[in-house]
């Protein structure tokens, strides 16, 4: 069993930046795919980006491309989301999750354990 905790939310304006964490207690096997995902209100969630644990590569969407930057400290079995140039559009809960199977995938219901959300807030 893995629980998962995740801080750094707030409320930030357009243009800036915040980092998410995301510590793990228990423990995460080589093989996990840890990934964050987003929920805005009146929407479903969305996959944001994902980083495997071997070997750290990763994979972001489309809409946070070359504006989010996911990493991982193994020593800390923590998780991190470092968000750039934040939109509004980019206002939700972001979640971090982690899929034991080991292989990078988007779906949402791949992923068999989840923080309870942190809050991000963009304003314009």
């Known amino acids: 069993q893995v629980q998962l905790v995740e801080s750094g939310g707030g409320l930030v304006q357009a243009g800036g930046s915040l980092r998410l964490s995301c510590a793990a207690s228990?423990?995460?096997?080589?093989?996990?795919?840890m990934g964050w995902f987003r929920q805005a209100p009146g929407k479903e969630r969305e996959f944001v980006s994902l980083?495997?644990?071997?070997?750290?590569?990763?994979f972001y969407a489309d809409s946070v491309k070359g504006r989010f930057t996911i990493s991982r400290d193994s020593a800390k079995n923590s998780v991190y989301l470092q968000m750039n140039s934040l939109k509004p559009e980019d206002t939700a809960v972001y979640y971090c999750?982690?899929?034991?199977?080991?292989?990078?995938?988007?779906?949402?219901?791949?992923?068999?354990?989840w923080g309870q959300g942190t809050q991000v807030t963009v304003s314009s």
């Open positions: 999750a982690a899929n034991r199977r080991g292989y990078s995938t988007t779906g949402s219901w791949n992923y068999d354990f």
């Open positions: 228990g423990r995460i096997f080589s093989t996990y795919v």
């Open positions: 980083i495997k644990w071997n070997d750290g590569s990763t």
